[in-house]
């Protein structure tokens, strides 16, 4: 009897992970906004875990639950036969950020969006309005591996089970939607279309491609090299900026400078404005950062003058840096994007890749420095 109440438990559990429903829905008003837009907003009340999500929406007092917030857009012009369009939900790039917030009147691929679709814009769960994760809110948890056990009920499948509990509550069981994923968004329409494939019309995905098959350390080698690359490409375009980072990074080695709003420009942080060349504009971003970064003059220091950053330049490496500081999820789960199939952990990929990377290349900044004044020197002997 013991056995068999155990076996009906595990049934009753993965039936509830295979079709996953929010245990409440809560829908606002219609609101027209400026531009023909009519917004509604909806939040769900989920499991924090699906794998011990309950049986049925009556027992969900038992187990914690996290809120899960979607803003549905809709034309005004379709009138009554709004209604009845499909739907197309967003997933937003990340991890760790939420959907982008409409402007009114709409533009950019919602505009266009918008003819044929109810849109739903989500925020992925731990983001957002979504029970969001900030450094405050986390500590709560407990200690470090409380924290990793919250953590991990915020990945792609947790956020897909979140999409399917929105999508029968929407539309019912024969609901189909077509998704359209930005960057870690495509992450997860893999991962939905490996759960629940039968649950969509089409999927969309805009370089937002997982590499199936490839371990997490195969994916940042990849990464070192295409980011020696796109340095070496940034300096050969604008030359002049490279005695003003070599000065800026000596500089933040030896004494790591106050941030306007309280942080601290450390040598690696301001390294990490290199997350920019990864972007179409991104050369040219950095270099207009870097135009003027010292204290009252648009140039170098002299040789042996000592370097101060200006406010202005300080405030603008916090500005590139915000959404980071409000959003720690990209820095807590961006490694475990990567991860492909149980029992496969990453084991600080990231972090194994960089250390092997480091001995006398251009990312040990004391090496670089070091080779940058051996270079000068016997050019000056020259």
Known sequence: RALAAIILARTLSTLAMREP??????????????????????????????SAAPAAPADGARA?????????????KHGAG????????????GPGFPAPRPGAPPTGWLKSALDTYRVLLLDQRGVGRST????????????????????????????????????????????????????????????????????LERALLTCGLAPVGQSAEAVYRSTFERMRERNRRFYQ????????????????????????????????????LGLLLGSSTGFETLHQLLEAPFLGAHTMPPAGAPVRLSREFLRD??????????????????????????????????????????????????????????????????
């Open 82 to 93: 709004g209604a009845q369009l499909p739907y197309l939900l967003y997933l937003q790039g």
């Open 21 to 50: 429903r929010a245990l409440r829905h809560v829908a606002g008003r219609a609101t027209e906004l400026a531009g023909g837009l009519v917004q509604r907003e909806h939040t769900f009340t989920c499991p924090l875990d699906w």
């Open 132 to 199: 969001p994760v900030t450094a405050e809110t986390l500590v709560t948890r407990g200690d470090a591996e409380a924290q990793a056990r919250y953590l991990t009920c915020l990945r792609a499948d947790s956020i897909v089970r979140d999409c399917e509990a929105v999508r029968v509550a929407l539309g019912g069981d024969a609901c189909k939607l077509t998704l359209l994923g930005q960057s870690y968004g495509g992450f997860c329409i893999l991962t939905y279309l490996s759960l629940f494939p039968a649950s």
């Open 237 to 272: 375009r604008y030359p002049q900026d490279a005695p003003k980072v070599r000065a800026i990074a000596r500089a933040l080695r030896d004494a790591p400078a106050p941030l306007p709003s309280g942080g601290t420009l450390t040598v690696r942080r301001f390294l990490q």
């Open 64 to 76: 914690e639950t996290i809120d899960v917030y979607v803003r549905e857009l809709v034309l005004a």
């Open 317 to 382: 490496v916090e500005a590139r840096q915000a959404g980071f500081e409000t959003n720690p999820i990209y820095w807590l789960l961006h490694e475990a994007i990567y991860a492909d199939g149980p029992h496969q952990p990453t084991a600080w990929a990231a972090h194994r890749v960089l250390r092997d990377e480091l001995a006398g290349s251009p990312f040990d900044v004391d090496a670089a420095l070091a080779h940058a004044d051996a270079r000068a020197g016997a050019d000056g002997a020259a």
